[in-house]
T-cell receptor, first 114, second 114 residues
Framework: AQKVTQAQTEISVVEKEDVTLDCVYETRDTTYYLFWYKQPPSGELVFLIR??????QNEISGRYSWNFQKSTSSFNFTITASQVVDSAVYFCALEQGGSEKLVFGKGTKLTVNP | ETGVTQSPTHLIKTRGQQVTLRCSSQSGHNTVSWYQQALGQGPQFIFQYYREEENGRGNFPPRFSGLQFPNYSSELNVNALELDDSALYLC?????????????FGPGTRLTVT
């Protein structure tokens, strides 16, 4: 069975702090994809990143970076110099290779205070 | 904006009634997936339609049914509504062409069952 665990239910930081959101996944598939989505209060899921299981290179996009480690089945997300606009619920998700069907974690609510 | 639209935005129904939710996919996308997101939880996969055929189903009872039309828009129907059906219903349209992958979520329909 596939499972995604986001152990941090809520995180609160002060603006400009760095913050890391943890994601641990379980799958028996050798081909799979990992995602991060942002859900602001409006409710719409905003796509942040998609990473396939064969690419363990870390990725950086502006203030966002992702650390994928197959050895520990983790796909962690770091926001550098957080801003108030980063406040949202963040979801990690797993897709069985090619299925386009996502298994989501329960999400981490991030609050960035001014 | 993603180009995926959902209607209605909000809906209030009574237990035992039936409801139809609609999703218009992003232009060029031939796959639509539906998710249920209960309050404080991550989205859960209901089912997926690819070129008008059901292409996989999550752990939801048969009273959850769907359709996809030739223009790839989709409907989610729920019969005999129960209080636990109260949730945000999200649709996602996607397309996989060679190495290119796109998936976009709509803003959701918030269903309240009283």
């Amino acid at each position: 069975a596939q499972k995604v665990t986001q152990a941090q239910t809520e995180i609160s930081v002060v603006e400009k702090e760095d913050v890391t959101l943890d994601c641990v996944y379980e799958t028996r598939d050798t081909t799979y994809y990992l995602f991060w989505y942002k859900q602001p209060p409006s409710g719409e899921l905003v796509f942040l990143i998609r990473r396939n299981s064969f690419d363990e290179q870390n990725e950086i996009s502006g203030r966002y970076s992702w650390n994928f480690q197959k050895s520990t089945s983790s796909f962690n997300f770091t926001i550098t110099a957080s801003q108030v606009v980063d406040s949202a619920v963040y979801f990690c998700a797993l897709e069985q290779g090619g299925s386009e069907k996502l298994v989501f974690g329960k999400g981490t609510k991030l609050t960035v205070n001014p | 904006e993603t180009g995926v639209t959902q209607s209605p935005t909000h809906l209030i129904k009574t237990r035992g009634q039936q409801v139809t939710l609609r999703c218009s996919s992003q232009s060029g996308h031939n796959t639509v997936s539906w998710y249920q997101q209960a309050l404080g939880q991550g989205p859960q996969f209901i089912f997926q339609y690819y070129r008008e055929e059901e292409n996989g189903r999550g752990n939801f009872p048969p009273r959850f049914s769907g359709l996809q039309f030739p223009n790839y828009s989709s409907e989610l129907n729920v019969n005999a509504l129960e209080l636990d059906d109260s949730a945000l219903y999200l649709c996602a349209s996607s397309s996989r062409t060679g190495k290119t992958y796109e998936q976009y979520f709509g803003p959701g329909t918030r269903l309240t069952v009283t």
